[in-house]
């Protein structure tokens, strides 16, 4: 028989396939380096590479986390990791450097072996990870920027691991069966390549630690200017080459660690009458008083927790009152009050229904039964249940509406993950200990953990269901806001206001259907549910287990001590509370309760008259109907156009931002009904006179002026409404003559809309303007949720990125 000897160690094989399996395993100890390069080259092509999923995580340099993201200066002066697309292109790069046998970079490994950092490259590389957006090709969805992650799937391609079919042994005395064996020898190869990529990233850190000169493009601060963190905990194969990281997530979690200050509501401020927080409670007695327990109640299991709960283990009586109510206000936030009877009866429909499919025959018997049930269900006293249900957050994303089909999204769960508190004078990276900036300072201040989980979660979501959560809890707000914010049928704009992004941090994402169709653990827990059957581990070893809870009591560490960063006031509150105290909250909350007035009145009205109209209300004031000489020429004009019955037609996109009621309807439709229709292409373009008066009837939306793509039709009010046309263009002029003259104008009769965006409709324009003619009461334009009197008034805002 023929045999082929290994060069390295003069090992002979009996086939080529015995002795590249030997390469694969040993290939780094029988060739020299540069033998064992040409090797890894020849073997790293992307046909013999095998899909993979790596757990990591990471936490965003300083000049990132701190970085205020209205003020951006110069980005080429910003280094360190910035967020998650960096950190999984940086994992990639690692990555690639393992298979190629990198395993010393020197002091040039990013410029001599790895591609510099480039945003647009990354995209165009279509990173697949947990918390990406790619897939979506929606901004609505990203990532928020800074944002660190607990744990974090990513998917890419990497060389196999290959094992022996022979009993593996360390010591020659291993007796167990192949399964194990094999299973022995993957353990071993996958911590030794997870070792090895993670110095490869504490190299490319290290590079981007000694390319800083100088601290001079960070704020002054008593910290320490950090790259950021980052950590490989585990690698799994994925035989499905379908698996998608980013759709494919059953489940995200977002935490969110907020000092307890943020939740104190200081006297000066002006309580509500819902607050339940006693203002005889000082800052630092409130803090006290909040029981510390840790995540899952295990994370510092080892030395942390209490043998016996302390007595600041225990909420006292006014606290737990507190806590219970912070609970309820959450629950409201994620979930829909539900009558219970009505639930029960929707299920029994749902199961006729299913019956019916089945063939299964209505008996005479079985109506009865259904008749008796039905009477049952209006003779039992009525119980309320509270149940996830899908809502519409376009007051919580500031790049959505509420008739985009992404802003329709459901929070599972909201709840208080955790109480720790941070000692802000030792750092878990061994540093310089923070010095105390006043004696006076809160001592023992709690960081409270708060985790939200969801199917996904648009940009700013989280920051502003915090925000909201504060804002509420502080007692600045009344909590029927709530109600106000994710009522469909009300079309005002209520933005909620945005928590600092310091605090945010993704948890980690769960792959439910796909560990049953792999027979792999995607997240790291503790479980014997899918054993090794020859394949991979999976993230339920203890080893990978233990690293992601240690690297989460850092990551928790590091985010509560970045509240000191701009440090503490005389009196102990945090500066970067009191900035956004001041800065956010309390102007919000002026503007905001303004609006909540108009929805409790509009509300009120709508109980009494819903039956005739929804959406209709009275006038409350007597207006001066004078004209100013301006505008009267093209009032003029436009009601001319309004008598004359040929006001034309509203585009379906156009019809689906206006509230409107048709004839043979009692009340306007609800969002959730147009946006149905518009998907679905039904909607045909609106008649002007298929509307109510007062409701959008009679009008509608139309553009007249030129298109300037040879493409586009040019609009037929040119042609309907000459002199109309030409008025509308001199009034722009004479209202701002400095203006670059837009090329269309929008025409709006009657027209009550709901929040949008003109995406550019002025045609050239970088602003937007609109004015208000005729006679009626209200009709304010209300940008970002601040209102604009526009009768006779003309105002300039960004129609582009303002709503």
Same mark, same amino acid.
């Given at each position: 028989?023929?045999?082929?000897?290994?060069?390295?160690?003069? %090992?002979?094989?009996?086939?080529?396939?015995?002795?590249?399996?030997?390469?694969?395993?040993?290939?780094?100890?029988?060739?020299?380096?540069?033998?064992?390069?040409?090797?890894?080259?020849?073997?790293?092509?992307?046909?013999?590479?095998?899909?993979?999923?790596?757990?990591?995580?990471?936490?965003?340099?300083?000049?990132?986390?701190?970085?205020?993201?209205?003020?951006?200066?110069?980005?080429?002066?910003?280094?360190?990791?910035?967020?998650?697309?960096?950190?999984?292109?940086?994992?990639?790069?690692?990555?690639?450097?393992?298979?190629?046998?990198?395993?010393?970079?020197?002091?040039?490994?990013?410029?001599?072996?790895?591609?510099?950092?480039?945003?647009?490259?990354?995209?165009?590389?279509?990173?697949?990870?947990?918390? !990406?957006?790619?897939?979506?090709?929606?901004?609505?969805?990203?990532?928020?920027?800074?944002?660190?992650?607990?744990?974090?799937?990513?998917?890419?391609?990497?060389?196999?691991?290959?094992?022996?079919?022979?009993?593996?042994?360390?010591?020659?005395?291993?007796?167990?069966? $192949?399964?194990?064996?094999?299973?022995?020898?993957?353990?071993?190869?996958?911590?030794?390549?997870?070792?090895?990529?993670?110095?490869?990233?504490?190299?490319?850190?290290?590079?981007?630690?000694?390319?800083?000169?100088?601290?001079?493009?960070?704020?002054?601060?008593?910290?320490?200017?950090?790259?950021?963190?980052?950590?490989?905990?585990?690698?799994?194969?994925?035989?499905?080459?379908?698996?998608?990281?980013?759709?494919?997530?059953?489940?995200?979690?977002?935490?969110?660690?907020?000092?307890?200050?943020?939740?104190?509501?200081?006297?000066?401020?002006?309580?509500?009458?819902?607050?339940?927080?006693?203002?005889?409670?000082?800052?630092?007695?409130?803090?006290?008083?909040?029981?510390?327990?840790?995540?899952?109640?295990?994370?510092?299991?080892?030395?942390?927790?209490?043998?016996?709960?302390?007595?600041?283990?225990?909420?006292? !009586?006014?606290? %737990?009152?507190?806590?219970?109510?912070?609970?309820?206000?959450?629950?409201?936030?994620?979930?829909?009050?539900?009558?219970?009877?009505?639930?029960?009866?929707?299920?029994?429909?749902?199961?006729?229904?299913?019956?019916?499919?089945?063939?299964?025959?209505?008996?005479?018997?079985?109506?009865?039964?259904?008749?008796?049930?039905?009477?049952?269900?209006?003779?039992?006293?009525?119980?309320?249940?509270?149940?996830?249900?899908?809502?519409?957050?376009?007051?919580?994303?500031?790049?959505?509406?509420?008739?985009?089909?992404?802003?329709?999204?459901?929070?599972?769960?909201?709840?208080?993950?955790?109480?720790?508190?941070?000692?802000?004078?030792?750092?878990?990276?061994?540093?310089? *200990?923070?010095?105390?900036?006043?004696?006076?300072?809160?001592?023992?201040?709690?960081?409270?953990?708060?985790?939200?989980?969801?199917?996904?979660?648009?940009?700013?979501?989280?920051?502003?269901?915090?925000?909201?959560?504060?804002?509420?809890?502080? !007692?600045?707000?009344?909590?029927?806001?709530?109600?106000?914010?994710?009522?469909?049928?009300?079309? $005002?704009?209520?933005?909620?206001?945005?928590?600092?992004?310091?605090?945010?941090?993704?948890?980690?994402?769960?792959?439910?259907?796909?560990?049953?169709?792999?027979?792999?653990?995607?997240?790291?827990?503790?479980?014997?549910?899918?054993?090794?059957?020859?394949?991979?581990?999976?993230?339920?070893?203890?080893?990978?287990?233990?690293?992601?809870?240690?690297?989460?009591?850092?990551?928790?560490?590091?985010?509560?001590?970045?509240?000191?960063?701009?440090?503490?006031?005389?009196?102990?509150?945090?500066?970067?509370?009191?900035?956004?105290?001041?800065?956010?909250?309390?102007?919000?909350?002026?503007?905001?309760?303004?609006?909540?007035?108009?929805?409790?009145?509009?509300?009120?009205?709508?109980?009494?008259?819903? *039956?005739?109209?929804?959406?209709?209300?009275?006038?409350?004031?007597?207006?001066?109907?004078?004209?100013?000489?301006?505008?009267?020429?093209?009032?003029?004009?436009?009601?001319?156009?309004?008598?004359?019955?040929?006001?034309?037609?509203?585009?379906?996109?156009?019809?689906?931002?206006?509230?409107?009621?048709?004839?043979?309807?009692?009340?306007?439709?609800?969002?959730?009904?147009?946006?149905?229709?518009?998907?679905?292409?039904?909607?045909?373009?609106?008649?002007?006179?298929?509307?109510?008066?007062?409701?959008?009837?009679?009008?509608?939306?139309?553009?007249?002026?030129?298109?300037?793509?040879?493409?586009?039709?040019?609009?037929?009010?040119?042609?309907?409404?000459?002199?109309?046309?030409?008025?509308?263009?001199?009034?722009?002029?004479?209202?701002?003559?400095?203006?670059?003259?837009?090329?269309?104008?929008?025409?709006?009769?009657?027209?009550?809309?709901?929040?949008?965006?003109?995406?550019?409709?002025?045609?050239?324009?970088?602003?937007?303007?609109?004015?208000?003619?005729?006679?009626?009461?209200?009709?304010?334009?209300?940008?970002?949720?601040?209102?604009?009197?526009?009768?006779?008034?003309?105002?300039?805002?960004?129609?582009?990125?303002?709503?």
């Amino acid at each position: 028989m023929t045999s082929i000897a290994c060069v390295g160690c003069s %090992k002979s094989f009996t086939s080529k396939n015995q002795l590249f399996r030997h390469l694969h395993q040993s290939a780094e100890t029988c060739l020299s380096p540069d033998e064992y390069k040409d090797f890894l080259a020849s073997t790293t092509q992307t046909s013999k590479r095998e899909k993979i999923g790596v757990l990591y995580g990471y936490l965003p340099g300083t000049d990132y986390r701190f970085l205020d993201q209205h003020i951006i200066g110069n980005a080429d002066s910003l280094l360190g990791i910035e967020g998650g697309k960096h950190a999984a292109w940086l994992v990639t790069q690692a990555i690639d450097a393992v298979s190629h046998g990198i395993i010393d970079g020197g002091s040039n490994f990013i410029s001599e072996n790895l591609r510099p950092w480039s945003a647009a490259e990354a995209d165009d590389s279509k990173i697949n990870r947990s918390y !990406g957006s790619i897939t979506r090709v929606s901004e609505c969805v990203a990532q928020d920027p800074y944002t660190g992650a607990i744990t974090e799937v990513l998917c890419t391609n990497a060389v196999p691991f290959y094992v022996d079919d022979e009993p593996y042994s360390e010591n020659g005395n291993d007796t167990d069966d $192949n399964n194990h064996n094999q299973e022995k020898q993957i353990t071993k190869k996958t911590r030794a390549w997870v070792k090895s990529v993670n110095e490869q990233l504490d190299r490319m850190l290290a590079e981007m630690a000694s390319a800083r000169h100088s601290l001079s493009t960070a704020p002054d601060s008593i910290h320490e200017w950090s790259p950021g963190m980052i950590r490989v905990f585990g690698r799994v194969s994925i035989p499905q080459k379908k698996f998608n990281a980013e759709i494919d997530v059953t489940h995200r979690r977002m935490d969110y660690c907020l000092p307890a200050d943020f939740l104190y509501a200081h006297p000066r401020e002006g309580l509500s009458e819902t607050s339940e927080q006693s203002s005889a409670l000082s800052c630092q007695e409130f803090c006290d008083s909040l029981p510390s327990f840790f995540p899952d109640n295990a994370l510092y299991s080892a030395d942390s927790l209490h043998d016996e709960p302390s007595s600041n283990d225990i909420p006292s !009586g006014n606290m %737990k009152a507190y806590l219970h109510r912070m609970k309820q206000i959450m629950k409201r936030i994620t979930k829909q009050q539900i009558d219970e009877n009505a639930t029960a009866h929707l299920g029994k429909e749902c199961s006729r229904k299913s019956k019916k499919k089945k063939g299964t025959q209505n008996t005479s018997s079985n109506a009865a039964n259904s008749n008796d049930d039905s009477h049952e269900n209006t003779t039992q006293p009525s119980t309320s249940m509270q149940l996830p249900k899908r809502k519409r957050y376009h007051n919580f994303c500031p790049k959505i509406l509420a008739h985009d089909y992404l802003a329709f999204r459901r929070v599972d769960r909201m709840y208080h993950r955790a109480t720790i508190r941070v000692d802000t004078n030792s750092s878990s990276t061994d540093k310089e *200990p923070i010095p105390t900036i006043s004696s006076t300072r809160i001592n023992g201040r709690p960081i409270i953990i708060f985790s939200l989980t969801g199917d996904m979660f648009l940009q700013e979501q989280v920051l502003r269901l915090m925000g909201l959560l504060i804002a509420i809890c502080r !007692g600045v707000i009344d909590d029927d806001i709530i109600e106000c914010m994710f009522d469909e049928e009300y079309t $005002n704009l209520v933005p909620a206001p945005p928590a600092p992004h310091i605090g945010l941090v993704s948890g980690e994402a769960t792959y439910t259907t796909w560990e049953g169709r792999i027979k792999t653990i995607l997240n790291a827990r503790r479980t014997d549910r899918y054993p090794f059957v020859g394949r991979s581990l999976g993230w339920n070893d203890d080893e990978v287990v233990r690293a992601v809870e240690e690297w989460e009591k850092i990551v928790l560490h590091e985010v509560g001590r970045s509240w000191y960063w701009k440090g503490e006031g005389k009196d102990g509150r945090l500066i970067e509370e009191m900035q956004w105290s001041d800065n956010v909250l309390h102007p919000w909350a002026r503007r905001t309760r303004e609006l909540l007035d108009d929805y409790r009145v509009w509300k009120a009205f709508r109980e009494i008259h819903a *039956p005739v109209s929804t959406s209709f209300l009275p006038p409350l004031e007597s207006i001066d109907q004078a004209v100013p000489p301006l505008f009267e020429k093209v009032l003029f004009y436009l009601r001319q156009a309004d008598a004359s019955g040929m006001w034309p037609s509203t585009t379906p996109n156009r019809q689906l931002v206006m509230l409107s009621t048709l004839h043979e309807e009692s009340q306007a439709r609800a969002i959730s009904s147009i946006h149905l229709q518009a998907k679905k292409n039904v909607e045909s373009q609106s008649s002007a006179y298929s509307f109510r008066e007062g409701n959008g009837g009679a009008s509608g939306s139309f553009s007249v002026g030129f298109m300037p793509d040879e493409r586009c039709s040019q609009p037929k009010g040119n042609t309907l409404f000459p002199e109309l046309v030409k008025a509308a263009f001199e009034l722009e002029l004479a209202l701002c003559p400095d203006r670059e003259p837009s090329s269309t104008i929008a025409i709006n009769r009657n027209a009550q809309f709901r929040p949008h965006t003109d995406k550019g409709a002025g045609a050239g324009q970088s602003t937007s303007l609109i004015v208000g003619l005729g006679n009626y009461v209200g009709g304010e334009l209300v940008v970002e949720g601040v209102k604009k009197d526009i009768r006779y008034k003309a105002i300039e805002f960004d129609g582009w990125k303002e709503r």
